[in-house]
């Protein structure tokens, strides 16, 4: 379907009658000038002609009039299982690929970071234990990194699984 930009001079007639045509039709109603095209025949949308001879078209839809919800999508118990297998599948799944894509970076870089940081700690715990000491502040402090990215980790994991069930709300 071709579509063609239309220069039109808004008059204050003009302005009048779409609004007019609007409130008749509902918010896609649009007027298209009878001498700029010719009105394509496959169109699914209704056409009627107004007295000047333009054509006025506009959706036959029920729901078209109704006000838009600003989330459409929901989410599902499908979605929830696939977050839990991959985190951020779910909202993937429900079209929020923003979202899902943040969910999946945040938890590759916990993952890193308690990975990391657990390699830190075992060569420090290694290093106490072979030596007799005791167990040093940068060791210490690599065990509750770790541990606080296990934890950042979990609740990133129930984070995705709810927000998957709910849909985003």
Known sequence: MTSLA????WTPELIAQDKALKEKYGPSAHIIPAKTYE?????T????????NDTVEFSTKEDDSKP????KKGGNWGKAIASTFLTG??????????D????MATDVGLYATAGGLS????NAF??????????????????????LAGIGLLANKIHTIVDAYKGGK
Request: charged share 20%; with cysteine.
């Open 68 to 71: 838009v919800k600003e989330n």
């Open 89 to 98: 599948l779910g909202q993937l799944c429900d079209g929020r690929t923003k």
């Open 6 to 9: 239309v220069n039109y001079n």
């Open 39 to 43: 009105i394509p025949t496959h169109l």
């Open 126 to 147: 290694a290093k106490a234990t072979q030596t007799g000491a005791k167990l040093g502040l940068g060791g210490k402090a690599a065990y509750i990194g770790a541990a």
């Open 119 to 122: 390699m830190v700690f075992m």
């Open 100 to 103: 899902g894509l943040v969910d």
């Open 45 to 52: 949308n209704k056409l009627e002609k107004t007295p000047q």
